[in-house]
């Protein structure tokens, strides 16, 4: 005997379909607004979660008292900062991108003082004379117009102030929300995840609050611990636009390629002046910096998780041109939390044999059909 076949109410299920549709593009429509200084508060929170837990345990299990000292931490150490450095960005700024923009010849400096170096002094000289004779300001002034054109588009970036100081103010707001109200979430979040994928995925959010744990110590922390030390050095050293420098310092080390960048043309413009003293103090002062990153970051990321530096360096740049100056924090968390879940995912079978013969059978006996 024959099954009868289930039947669907076809328009109804369609409506269903739409219905559902509407009110979930409609939802995010809703949300878009704070869907970054949301995001950017549950980094925050994931972050520095265990230090609100260890300040609770020492005011008497007083949930509010530590929230309170932590979202005093936050704007003190976190969101005053960011604003005074955007603010001297903005105002240091100007000079910089009309230097870039001038259809001016710039003439490049003849650096004498290469001569009085012992050793190689006389090699040094002869071959920056051969590159100023060969053209070297014809290529700078080549350059020129493409560097301010890149200069104009970083600080237009920054230069969203409003928009920034919106999503600082809703991360800050967020943050307390889910200080008070960390666990509650959590729940929420793991019981959806398990709805939607069993124990994976409340596998998954432990993954991704690991892979948080790890940009933000391993990466964000060390960068600013680079970007205020070199800073420091800059200021000390009289170097001009020392604010401007030391952002550009903090989003150079967030992406892995260092604080050098900004030391070395620093310590040879100190040369080039002619300050030798302050060039060979800030030249020490520059290793020092640079060295912080081979002890401070394996002791941080010991805390997280280790991250390739290629997927850091591609959420930073990614991040910052699909998001602006928030995605510098935002990007490097999403890719290293999909990488991490990645990861999880494949190992969940054994890796393939180096011997390809049972595969080359697999495929033999498929094409012999």
């Known amino acids: 005997m024959d099954k009868s076949q289930p039947h669907y109410d076809l328009p109804k299920l369609l409506f269903t379909l739409i219905f559902l549709s509407l009110l979930i593009v409609t ?8 869907i970054l200084g949301f995001v950017w508060a549950g980094m925050v929170v994931i972050a520095t979660w265990p230090l609100l837990e260890k300040l609770q345990n020492g005011l008497w299990g007083k949930r509010w008292l530590a929230v ?22 903005l105002e240091n700024s100007g000079p910089l991108i009309a230097w870039a923009k001038s ?8 650096m004498t003082w290469l001569n009085d170096i012992p050793l190689v002094g006389d090699k040094l000289y002869s071959g920056w004379n051969s590159l100023i004779t060969d053209g070297g300001n014809v290529l ?18 920054a230069a969203n102030a409003g928009r920034f100081v919106f999503h600082l103010a809703l991360m800050v707001l967020f943050s307390v929300l889910l200080y008070l109200k960390g ?33 933000a110590l391993g990466v964000v922390v060390t960068a600013l611990v680079q970007a205020i030390i070199g800073g420091l050095g800059l200021a000390v050293a009289d170097i001009p636009y020392a604010t401007l420098l030391t ?15 900004i030391l070395v043309p620093a310590v040879a413009w100190l040369y080039w002046t002619g300050d030798t003293a302050w060039g060979t103090a800030l030249l020490v002062w520059s290793c020092v910096v640079t060295t912080m990153d ?17 997927l850091i360096l591609t959420g930073v740049i990614g991040g910052i041109l699909s ?25 969940e079978i054994p890796e393939p044999e180096n011997d390809l013969t049972e595969t080359e059978k697999y495929l033999e006996q498929k094409f012999s059909e």
Not at 27 to 34: H, Q
Not at 78 to 86: E, Y
Not at 143 to 156: D, L, M, R, S
């Open 247 to 261: 952002v550009l310092m903090f989003v150079c080390c967030v992406a892995q390629i260092g604080p050098l960048l």
């Open 103 to 110: 259809p001016t010849n710039f003439q490049m400096p003849a």
């Open 68 to 89: 309170a000292i932590m979202t005093l931490l936050l704007i003190l150490l976190f969101v005053i900062p960011i604003v005074l450095l955007v603010s001297s960005l």
């Open 140 to 157: 700078i002034a080549k350059v020129q117009p493409y560097i301010g054109e890149a200069a104009t588009w970083f600080f237009t970036q």
């Open 294 to 310: 081979g002890f401070l970051r394996p002791f941080l990321i010991r805390l997280g998780a280790d991250l390739p530096m290629a």
């Open 323 to 347: 998001f602006g100056m928030i995605g510098l924090f935002i990007g490097p968390v999403v890719l290293a939390v999909a990488y991490r879940l990645l990861i999880a995912w494949m190992n």
């Open 27 to 34: 939802s995010f429509w809703v949300m878009k607004p704070f």
């Open 183 to 215: 666990e509650q979430v959590t729940m929420s979040i793991r019981h959806f995840a398990i709805r939607l994928a069993d124990k994976r995925g409340d596998a998954a959010i432990l993954l991704a609050a690991q892979s948080i744990r790890a940009v």
